[in-house]
């Protein structure tokens, strides 16, 4: 059976893909979404929802780099978003404190606090009353002190991959959900279509935005890709009075409370392939550690959990380029736990990539020659 030809079609409803088909439509290209389950079920509805300009991932960025860059193009994107297409994405830019429990962790946020300084990121940093102070919710013997971020917030992940979706749709982008790629085909060096479980899309741009599936998907163009599904677990409490009111990071688990007064605590990072199952070892360690930092969580009652995969690179960093093979073959894959820090930065990339403009980023960082040349230099 063969449907209606599109322009691109993005391979992956979650967030990564609806943000690339949010951008790609506003440019004015035909796009069709083609998710095997329905948006936002696997990473995108499996975290917590942080997004961190200034976080653990600027420790190996000393000064704002690329994933700084990314980050800011997509939280400045989050704030007109909501009203763009008319759904609360729950999107707070409450600041956030990056807090360490050891001197080695301390000098390493220091030396990451004085470089975005001198490159004027409004950053403050703080002993250990000054954690408090920002965070009374917080506490816990062991900080010695922290960075605060005003940048940092949080946003509710389902609303903000549902109004990317949303955004595209109302713009002529076709989603088919429950609906699985099965063959991409190529003619000569480009790619031509894709074959789908609903059937044939005639096309001549593909979008590989499928999470932690993005290796199999990879391989339909004969590409082995360096992305593995790693778990991370969720709790959610019953709704209480808000009483977290910043963002905390740097401190296992993590935590935040959101509009509604539920906290989602998380979550894990574990190598146990295509495992979703939640166990009751990693609901007791939660509880416990996040009870030692936030004592107002006793007594509150777990109403859920579960988990989700994330796609990961060995570097934890996505890979955004045009593929050199097949031609037309875009690779918006392996965000990990950052994903939604990452969206709409990575959506606008998508859209350059595939239309030929220059990209608003420096892309070395995120392609996958890195890969081979750390190889190599191993």
Known sequence: MRLAPSDVVVGGGGVIGAAAAWALARAGVAV????????GQEASGSNVGLVTLFSGHS???????????????????????GDEVGVDIEYERCGGVVVAETPEKLAVIRRAYEGYRRHGIPVEWLDADG?????????????????????????????????????????????????????????????????????????????????AWARAVGAMTGLALPVEPQRGQIVLTEAAPRFIRRVVSGSE?????????????GSTVERVGFDTSVDADTMARFARGVLARYPALHGLRVIRSWAGLRPATPDHRPIIEMAAEPRGLCLAVGHSRRGICYAAGTGQLVMELVTGRAPSLPL????????ARAAGAA
């Open 32 to 39: 069709t979404i083609v998710e095997r389950r329905g948006l």
């Open 59 to 81: 420790f190996d960025e000393p000064d704002p780099g690329p994933v700084y860059e990314l980050t800011r193009m997509s939280a400045d994107a989050y704030v007109a978003l």
């Open 131 to 211: 954690v408090r102070a920002c965070e009374p919710a917080f506490h816990h013997p062991a900080v010695l002190g922290g960075a605060f971020c005003p940048l940092n917030g949080h946003v509710n992940p389902l609303a903000l991959t549902r109004a990317l979706a949303l955004g595209a749709t109302r713009r002529g982008a076709r989603m088919l959900l429950g609906t699985e790629v099965q063959e991409i085909r190529t003619a000569g060096d480009r790619i031509s279509a894709v074959v789908t479980s609903a059937g044939e899309i005639a096309c001549g741009a593909v979008v590989n935005a499928a999470g």
């Open 253 to 265: 688990p993590s935590a935040r409370q959101t509009r509604r007064g539920n906290v989602i605590i």
């Open 364 to 371: 070395d960082s995120f392609g996958s020659a890195r890969f």
